[in-house]
């Protein structure tokens, strides 16, 4: 199905009132910018969507500083893509571009470009890409000295500035192997904490911080249970929450009777 609601539209500046003919086009402001779309697509620069031209984002921005918006008029409408693809070159034909001297529109190009759907293959973006960084533009407002110090100037004072790639590599290695700002790095555990540790005195009910839990099932039974991890194993194979049911006492008809914490000297 062929869609036959594209249309060509024209900005004009409310702050250039004049006879403005051009053709059988004729304008009572000076146009500055000729598109093609559907939809809303005409408003999308007024809303900074068209960030990439640059000229047409600050005509649009310095109009809105006087208190005023640009004007926007549709040359035509209701026709199918190809159909607005021509007529938006030949508009732009008829008025002129700034970039080559021919008229006061902003366009970057003659148009006809941007089809729905369209992408450009391998080489096309190769090209565009060598384009950009040989243009005169991205040269000297991002890789000239000026550029570069100018950007470097901006980020001191930032968290994180001066940090990761520009510390050396016996920095990164102590970072790495803890050796900076750590106290414990080389703390060893006495003889007497190593049998204390090996002979079970931190396990189970000889650990001052085991707790017995008693629990009343849905049936009536009391259980005991050692240790949290006791309950959370009883729990998986009932399909039990047993945080929520030690952090509420009560869960699926399950009611935690006592916490009891359990503690024998040695």
Do not use: W
């Amino acid at each position: 199905m062929i869609l036959t609601d594209y249309y060509v539209y024209i900005y004009l500046d409310p702050r250039k009132p004049n006879i403005y003919i051009y053709g059988d086009l004729k304008f009572e402001y000076e146009p500055f910018y000729v598109g093609k779309g559907r939809g809303d697509r005409m408003y999308h620069h007024l809303r900074g969507y068209n960030s990439r031209n640059s000229y047409l984002k600050n005509k649009i921005n310095k109009i809105k500083e006087s208190g005023l918006s640009p004007i926007i008029i549709k040359l035509i409408s209701n026709v199918n893509e190809n159909i607005a693809f021509e007529k938006e070159k030949e508009y732009i034909l008829k008025i002129g571009r700034l970039k080559n001297n021919t008229g006061c529109l902003v366009n970057f190009s003659d148009g006809g470009e941007g089809q729905s759907g369209f992408k450009h293959t391998e080489e096309s973006k190769t090209k565009i890409r060598l384009g950009l960084l040989n243009s005169e533009i991205y040269q000297t407002n991002v890789r000239c000295d000026d550029a570069i110090k100018k950007r470097r100037e901006s980020l001191k004072g930032h968290v994180g500035y001066g940090k990761g790639c520009s510390r050396t590599k016996e920095d990164i290695d102590k970072i790495k192997s803890g050796l900076e700002k750590n106290p414990r790095l080389n703390f060893k555990h006495s003889e007497k904490s190593k049998k204390k540790m090996s002979d079970g005195s931190r396990k189970g009910i000889k650990n001052s911080n085991t707790v017995l839990y008693k629990i009343k099932t849905p049936s009536g039974d009391v259980l005991e249970f050692l240790g949290k991890n006791s309950v959370c194993e009883y729990s998986k194979s009932y399909k039990l929450n047993a945080d929520k049911l030690i952090r509420t006492g009560e869960y699926k008809n399950y009611v935690l009777l006592e916490k009891i914490k359990v503690y024998k000297e040695h």
